[in-house]
Nanobody
Framework: QVQLAESGGGWVQAGGSLRLSCAAS????????MGWFRQAPGKEREFVAS????????DYGDSVQGRFTISRDNGRVAVNLQMDSLKPEDTAAYYC?????????????WGPGTQVIVSP
């Protein structure tokens, strides 16, 4: 059974940094990308970043471009999200997701989420 586990959320003042991690376990052989999404109260889920394993291409949402960096842990089915220059509007629950080859869903598996709070 596939599981995604996020860690690293917490509280930080504006301008600070946090690093989120997401590790996958179970049958992950067909994973081809992993990504991060976020959802703030009363708002729709928003794409944050993704990383494709074979091409090592990273994509970012417009609101985090230049401030956040996604990377893969070498040798592991895991990704990190380095978040710098955080703003209060980055406050949200952050979710890790994984894409699977052959699936009709762009992202097949999701983690339970980790909370990030950025105070002014």
């Amino acid at each position: 059974q596939v599981q995604l586990a996020e860690s690293g959320g917490g509280w930080v003042q504006a301008g600070g940094s946090l690093r989120l991690s997401c590790a996958a376990s179970g049958p992950t052989r067909n994973f081809y990308k992993m990504g991060w999404f976020r959802q703030a109260p009363g708002k729709e889920r928003e794409f944050v970043a993704s990383f494709r394993f074979s091409s090592r291409i990273a994509d970012y949402g417009d609101s985090v471009q230049g401030r956040f960096t996604i990377s893969r842990d070498n040798g592991r089915v895991a990704v990190n999200l380095q978040m710098d220059s955080l703003k209060p509007e980055d406050t949200a629950a952050y979710y890790c997701a994984a894409g699977v080859r052959g699936s009709s869903n762009e992202y097949e598996y999701w983690g339970p989420g980790t909370q990030v709070i950025v105070s002014p």
